[in-house]
């Protein structure tokens, strides 16, 4: 897998205007901020988008909260055929250095970025496995495959439990949502 092309944070934004903004995060991490103008198509979504992606005229530049999906999003674009860019430090180094975010005005609801999700639900599930251990031993493989779930998740950059988290009701987009950002999307790359 190649490198994605990549611009900080100050380089976007003095571009955002030439740029269509992807934004792979699920709908509630989405809805806590994003880069202004950014459409939001979540990671396993990006499928159905593709027709669309290959229309566009302009640049395309994919976001996420660090840059981890987003560069994973940019590698299948590329065996697809679609040129895209990935921010480096994804939104929370656009935050940090002190740019505005947009806020969907639907009233969508913030929900936990994905990692604090996934630390949460990892940690409960140690926590879970240390306590029921001490009722039978065999309990502790969980707390065993939830820590080599972690090792392999660092080692290989990807994450089961991540994936199987957006899967939940509150970080799935609603298919209304879906469709209208794709009608948008697709308007964006007619002009």
Known sequence: MSTPLA??????????????????????????????????IPLDHLGRALPALRELRGELLVVCASGARSANA????????????????????????GHALG?????????????????????TLVLTGLGLGL?????LLLSAGIAGGLVFSAVTGTCGMAALLAKLPHNRPRPADLEATLAQLAATAGR
């Open 74 to 97: 940019c590698a299948l674009l590329a065996e697809e055929g679609v040129r895209a860019m990935t921010l480096t430090g994804g939104t929370a180094d656009w935050s940090r250095r």
């Open 7 to 40: 611009l900080d944070a100050d380089q976007a934004r003095t571009r955002l205007a030439e740029l269509t903004v992807i934004d792979v995060r699920t709908p509630g991490e989405y809805a806590s901020g994003h880069l202004p103008g950014a459409l939001n």
């Open 103 to 123: 806020r969907p005005a639907s009233g969508a609801r913030a929900v936990w970025p994905m990692d604090r999700q996934v630390r949460f639900t990892a940690g």
């Open 135 to 139: 009722l039978h031993p065999a309990w």
